[in-house]
C-alpha cells in the first residue's frame, strides 16, 4: 500500500485530467467505474508491484448443441486461421536497431508531440533523441499492457460468449493476442531497452473491463473501444516510424486487430438489436467514460514524470501534450473506428452525441463502421 501522502498527491495529480469525466452522470455506470478508479488513479495498483491480482468475474457459458447460426463470424473464423503467424518466423529480429543514431532517424521528429513542448527545443541533439526514444518506450509500453488485458478478456468472452461460432473465433484471438504479448515485449527488451509502467487511466479501463459480470461490456470495452483505438494508434505509428523491424511488427498486429473489432461489432450489432432504453443508456455512458479515460491515457505522465517533472508542471505539460497539433492528429485517427462503430451498434443516439463533440470525437462520424470494411481496408484506413 502506498503512502497517504502519496495517494493525495495522485489524487490532485490526476483531477485535471478527469475533468470531462462523470460528466454522463448515470449513478449505475459511475458506480461500477468508482472501485477502478480508485484503485487505479488514487491507489494506483498498476505500480504498486510487480504482479497485481484482480477479482475477475463473469459466467461462462457452455453451449451442448453446437449450432453454427452465425455466417459472419464463420466467416470471419476462416479469416483469422489464415491469418496466424510466428514471431520467430516472420520477423527478422535480427536486423540492427539504433533509436539513437543520429544519422537514422527512428520517428520522424515532425510527427512527435515533443516538438511543442515549451524547452524541447532548446535540448541538445542527443537529448532529445533519448526523449524520443524514451516516449516511443512508454508508447509500447502501454501497448504491450493494453495487449495483456487484451489476452485475458479475450479468455473471458471466449468462455462467456453463447455462440459456438464466437466461441471458436475467440479461441484464435486468444492466440493473437498471446502474440502480441510476444512480441511487444521482446521489442522493448532487445531494441529500446526500457519498459514504462502501465498507465494509470489504462488501468483503471482493464479494471473496469476484468471485475465486470457483464460479457457484452467486455465486447464493448476490448473489442470495440481498445482494439478499435489500437488500430488508429498503431497505424499512425507505422507510418512515422523508419524502423522496418518495428513496421513490419505493426503491420502484422494491426491485421489481427482489425478482425478483433469487426468480431466485437457483430457481436454487439446482435445483442444490442433489442436492448431495453435503460440498458442502452447506460451502455452508451460507459462508453463515453471509457473514451474519456483512453483519451488521457496518451498524456504520457509516466514520461513526464521521469523527463519533465522538473521543468513544468503537470497542468502545463498536459495542454502542450492536448493542445499540440501532432496530438490532435492522433486523437482523430485513433477514434477513426471507435465512433462509426459506436454509431453502428446503436449507442451514438442524440443524447449522447453532444459529450462525443465537447471532445471533438465526432470528426469520424460518418466513416464506415467495422462489418462493411474488409480486413485490408481497416488495416490500411
Given at each position: ?10 489524487a ?11 460528466c ?23 505500480k504498486?508491484?510487480d ?7 463473469h ?28 514471431p ?33 527545443s ?24 493494453g ?25 484464435t484471438?486468444?492466440?493473437d493476442?498471446?502474440?502480441?504479448v ?33 460479457w ?18 498503431f ?56 473514451c ?17 517533472a ?64 474488409t ?7
Amino acid at each position: 500500500m502506498r503512502p497517504i501522502s502519496h495517494m493525495v498527491r495522485s489524487a490532485f495529480a490526476n483531477a485535471n485530467v478527469l475533468e470531462d469525466a462523470g460528466c454522463s452522470q448515470n449513478p449505475r455506470v459511475l458506480k461500477r467505474l468508482l472501485g477502478p478508479a480508485l484503485r487505479g488513479l488514487l491507489f494506483q495498483r498498476g505500480k504498486n508491484g510487480d504482479e497485481t491480482e484482480m477479482d475477475a468475474r463473469h459466467d461462462a457459458c457452455f453451449t451442448w448443441t453446437y449450432t453454427h447460426d452465425a455466417p459472419a463470424m464463420r466467416a470471419l473464423l476462416n479469416t483469422a486461421r489464415r491469418g496466424q503467424w510466428d514471431p520467430l518466423v516472420d520477423l527478422d529480429w535480427s536486423l540492427s536497431v539504433d533509436p539513437l543514431d543520429p544519422e537514422r532517424p527512428f520517428v520522424d521528429e515532425r510527427a512527435s508531440p515533443l516538438q511543442e513542448v515549451p524547452g524541447f527545443s532548446a535540448l541538445d541533439p542527443r537529448t532529445k533523441r533519448l526523449h524520443q526514444r524514451d516516449l516511443l518506450a512508454w508508447s509500447l509500453s502501454q501497448f504491450l499492457h493494453g495487449e495483456q488485458g487484451a489476452l485475458y478478456v479475450a479468455c473471458q468472452l471466449t468462455e462467456a460468449v453463447s455462440w459456438t461460432d464466437a466461441k471458436l473465433f475467440g479461441s484464435t484471438q486468444v492466440v493473437d493476442e498471446g502474440r502480441h504479448v510476444e512480441v511487444f515485449d521482446r521489442y522493448l527488451a532487445e531494441k529500446l531497452e526500457k519498459r514504462y509502467p502501465i498507465n494509470d487511466n489504462l488501468y483503471v479501463m482493464l479494471d473496469a473491463l476484468m471485475t465486470d459480470r457483464r460479457w457484452d461490456l467486455k465486447f464493448l470495452g476490448m473489442q470495440v473501444i481498445i482494439e478499435g483505438l489500437a488500430l488508429g494508434a498503431f497505424g499512425t505509428l507505422r507510418t512515422y516510424t523508419h524502423e522496418p523491424l518495428l513496421r513490419e511488427l505493426l503491420r502484422r498486429v494491426i491485421t489481427d486487430e482489425a478482425r478483433h473489432v469487426h468480431f466485437g461489432v457483430l457481436a454487439l450489432q446482435r445483442t444490442y438489436a433489442d436492448l431495453p432504453e435503460p440498458d442502452r443508456h447506460e451502455r452508451e455512458d460507459w462508453a463515453y467514460e471509457m473514451c474519456v479515460l483512453l483519451r488521457n491515457r496518451f498524456l504520457a505522465h509516466e514520461f513526464y514524470d521521469e523527463h519533465w517533472a522538473h521543468r513544468m508542471g503537470r497542468r502545463s505539460w498536459n495542454r502542450a501534450m492536448l493542445e499540440s497539433q501532432y496530438m490532435s492528429r492522433f486523437r482523430d485517427t485513433m477514434f477513426r473506428r471507435i465512433v462509426p462503430n459506436l454509431k453502428r451498434i446503436g449507442l451514438l443516439s442524440a443524447r449522447i452525441r453532444p459529450r462525443y463533440e465537447r471532445l471533438g470525437l465526432l470528426t469520424w462520424e460518418h466513416e464506415r463502421a467495422a462489418p462493411d470494411l474488409t480486413i485490408e481496408e481497416m488495416v490500411e484506413g
